[in-house]
DNA sequence: GCGCGGCTACTCGGATATAAACTGTCCGAGTAGCACTGG
DNA sequence: CCAGTGCTACTCGGACAGTTTATATCCGAGTAGCCGCGC
C-alpha cells in the first residue's frame, strides 16, 4: 500500500505551473515536461507519462507542437490534493471488500444475510473517507502558501532560474 | 495504491477466532490455518502466511504441534483496524516524499531552506493521519458487535458449523 | 512588400521493455498426542 | 495398572515460483513556427 510517487510528482508541477504562470492560466504560456524534468531532476518521458492522467482529470491542459506543453486548467484555489491523487491513483478505493464471508461457512445462508454491508467493510470505508475528506479540504493554493511562507523569496527564485532557456 | 487482501482476511480471521474462542483468549483452543480458511473459501497456505506478522505484532499467538493453531493474544476491544493495518502492510506511511524539490532547481539553495519540511508532504501527512486516527478509533469488538446487530444468531451459526471436526 | 506553401523542429501520446511487489504454493523443522512396551 | 519411550500425524514458518502492478524508456502522429518562394 505505497502511493504511487506519480502524485508527488504531479502536485510539484502544478506548483510550479502556477510560478511560472504568474498565477494566472489564461495567459500562461505551456512549459514542456523537458523543461519541468529539469526543474526536479526528473525522468523527462517518465514525467510525461504521469502528467497524462491530469490532462484526462481536467488539472492540466496540453498542447503540441514547437510551443507547445502543459499549462494549468484553472487555478490552483480550485484544484485540491484530492483531485490530483484521484487522477493519479484512480477513482477506486484504497481498501476493495472481496466479500470473504460469502465464500465459506455462510455460503448457504439466505441472500438477506448478505444485504448489510460487511462490518469491516464500512468501517474500512469510514476510515478511508476521513482520509479523503482531508484531502479535499487541502487546495494546491494552500499548500503553495505554506511553501512561500516556509521559503520567502522562493517565487522569485523559480521564476529566475526558468527565465533563461534552460533544456 | 491498493490495500492488501490480507488485512481483509486478518480482521475476519480474529472476529472468527473470537466467536470460536468465546470471548475469552485465556481457555480458547488453537485453530488451525486449514480451518480458518475452510471457513472463508480461501487459500490455507497462504492465509497462514498473511497471518504470520499478525503473530509478530503481538495480536496473535500460534502453537505448532498436533492440536496446535492460531489464538487470539488479547481481545478483540484492545486490537484496533489500526493494529491489523499496520501489521500486514507495515508501519512506513502510504505517502513518502521523495524530496524531489532537492534535486533540482532548488539543488544550490542553502540547506536552511530544506529545514522547512515539503509543504506536499506535510498535507499528505495530515490526511493520512486522519486515516489512521480513524482507524485506531474503530476496535474489532466494536465492528464485531455491529456484524451481530446485522445479523442476529450469526455467533451461533458460526459455532454450530464450526462445532463438527471441518477440514 | 506580402501572402502562401512546404519544411523542420519540437511537442504530446501511447506502445513497448524492465523492475518490483503482490499473490500463491511447497516442503522442512518441530511439537504434541498416542500407542506400545516393560516393569 | 502405570510410567517411560519411540513413533506418527499434524502444525507453523520460511523458502521457492507465478502473476499483476509500478517504473522507465522509446518511437510515431501531429502541430506550430519559420524559411523560402512566387506574385
Not at 11 to 38: F, I, K, N, Q, Y
Not at 83 to 101: K, M, N
Not at 139 to 145: D, E, K, P, S, V
Amino acid at each position: 500500500m505505497r502511493i504511487s510517487e506519480g502524485v508527488e510528482w504531479a502536485a510539484h508541477c502544478c506548483l510550479l505551473l502556477d510560478w511560472m504562470g504568474m498565477g494566472d492560466p489564461e495567459t500562461a504560456e505551456p512549459v514542456s515536461t523537458a523543461r519541468l524534468a529539469a526543474g526536479y531532476g526528473l525522468p523527462p518521458a517518465y514525467l510525461n507519462k504521469q502528467l497524462q492522467p491530469l490532462v484526462k482529470a481536467g488539472i492540466l491542459t496540453s498542447t503540441a507542437g514547437k510551443k507547445g506543453g502543459f499549462r494549468l486548467a484553472r487555478r490552483l484555489r480550485d484544484i485540491t490534493l484530492m483531485d490530483v491523487l484521484t487522477a493519479i491513483e484512480g477513482p477506486e478505493e484504497a481498501f476493495q471488500c472481496a466479500e470473504i464471508r460469502q465464500h465459506g461457512v455462510w455460503a448457504d445462508e439466505p441472500a438477506s444475510v448478505f444485504r448489510a454491508p460487511c462490518a469491516i467493510d464500512t468501517a474500512m470505508r469510514t476510515a478511508e473517507l476521513e482520509w479523503r475528506r482531508a484531502l479535499a479540504a487541502q487546495t494546491l493554493a494552500a499548500i503553495q502558501q505554506n511553501a512561500e511562507l516556509q521559503a520567502p523569496g522562493l517565487r522569485a527564485q523559480v521564476q529566475d532560474w526558468y527565465r533563461e532557456p534552460r533544456p
